[in-house]
C-alpha cells in the first residue's frame, strides 16, 4: 500500500470565505505541498489565494485509499475537500 502524507491547509477564498482542504501526496515533501495546493486553487478560479507553512501543514502519514493512490498517481496529489471548497 502506498504511504502518503497528508497537509491540513486552511486558505482565504476572494470573498473572504476560508476553505479547508487537505493536500495528500506520496513525498514528505512541504514545498510540493505548498506548490499542489496552489495548482489546485488555481483551478478553482482562486489563483491569488496565500497559500504558504502558516496555510499548509504537516498533519499526518498513513496508508492510501485505492481511489487517493490513483490520483496520486496520475496527478502528484490528491486533494480531500473539508469544508468552504466548490
Known amino acids: 500500500m502506498m504511504q502518503i502524507h497528508v497537509y491540513d491547509t486552511y486558505v482565504e477564498a476572494k470573498d473572504g470565505h476560508t476553505m479547508h482542504f487537505d493536500v495528500i501526496t506520496d513525498v514528505k515533501d512541504h514545498a510540493k505541498a505548498i506548490e499542489y495546493a496552489k495548482e489546485w486553487l488555481k483551478s478553482i478560479g ?17 496508508g492510501a485509499p485505492k481511489p487517493v493512490e490513483d490520483a496520486i498517481k496520475q496527478k502528484g496529489y490528491f486533494i480531500q475537500k473539508m469544508e468552504g471548497c466548490p
Do not use: I, L, N
Open 46 to 62: 482562486e489563483g491569488d489565494a496565500r497559500v504558504t507553512t502558516e496555510e499548509c501543514q504537516f498533519c499526518h502519514s498513513q
